[in-house]
T-cell receptor, first 116, second 112 residues
Framework: EAQVTQNPRYLITVTGKKLTVTCSQN?????MSWYRQDPGLGLRQIYY???????DKGDVPEGYKVSRKEKRNFPLILESPSPNQTSLYFC???????????????FGPGTRLTVL | GIQVEQSPPDLILQEGANSTLRCNFS?????LQWFHQNPWGQLINLFY???GTKQNGRLSATTVATERYSLLYISSSQTTDSGVYFC??????????????FGTGTRLTIIP
């Protein structure tokens, strides 16, 4: 089944304890991105990747890192989480990243993160 | 950046009723998608519809790109249709970033 998976789905952690949220897609997609969803602020893009080893900042990258060593995986790293990173996180992917754009995007199930 | 407005913000309907949700956007788009966010927070893909009309069971959608709006129709509503419906667009000038800009959503509540 074609899908985007995220792990963990739920996580409660403490300030400063490094964590990684994994994202994997099995559709051979080139483009992947991360969003966070917060009440009153909607969904905002954190980072995106147009292909292996090609990543760039989205609208709210502060406090996050990403890597794209393999096409299928795009982990989100919080080196020193803080309470303001408590949020619902989504990973998304699409087939091809190019200037023409317009590809359908597929979202993972979400990761609900609480930082105490 | 591109602006996306959805209306109405809230909608409460009796089971079996029909509804129309609207999405207006401020500029040309490469992509438009409709999502349903269920009570568990999952974003469910409903339609990929940058233009034209599509139907899937009780749901259908129409996008008129030249007039910068899209409509989502839900017929014979069921309680499982409850949740928040989002319209999301990719701006026509993306420079390689296929970022989706989401509207603020329509919260639909279906009463048995």
């Amino acid at each position: 089944e074609a899908q985007v998976t995220q792990n963990p789905r739920y996580l409660i952690t403490v300030t400063g304890k490094k964590l990684t949220v994994t994202c994997s897609q099995n559709m051979n997609h080139e483009y992947m991105s991360w969003y966070r969803q917060d009440p009153g602020l909607g969904l905002r893009q954190i980072y995106y990747s147009m292909n292996v080893e090609v990543t760039d900042k989205g609208d709210v990258p502060e406090g996050y890192k990403v890597s794209r060593k393999e096409k299928r995986n795009f982990p989100l790293i919080l080196e020193s989480p803080s309470p303001n990173q408590t949020s619902l996180y989504f990973c998304a992917s699409s087939l091809f990243a190019g200037l023409a754009g317009g590809n359908e995007q597929f979202f993972g199930p979400g990761t609900r993160l609480t930082v105490l | 950046g591109i602006q996306v407005e959805q209306s109405p913000p809230d909608l409460i309907l009796q089971e079996g009723a029909n509804s129309t949700l609207r999405c207006n956007f401020s500029d040309s788009v490469n992509n438009l998608q409709w999502f349903h966010q269920n009570p568990w927070g999952q974003l469910i893909n409903l339609f990929y519809i940058p233009s034209g009309t599509k139907q899937n069971g009780r749901l259908s959608a129409t996008t008129v790109a030249t007039e910068r709006y899209s409509l989502l129709y839900i017929s014979s509503s069921q309680t499982t249709d409850s949740g928040v419906y989002f319209c999301a667009v990719e701006a026509g000038t993306n420079f390689g970033n296929e970022k989706l800009t989401f509207g603020t959503g329509t919260r639909l509540t279906i009463i048995p």
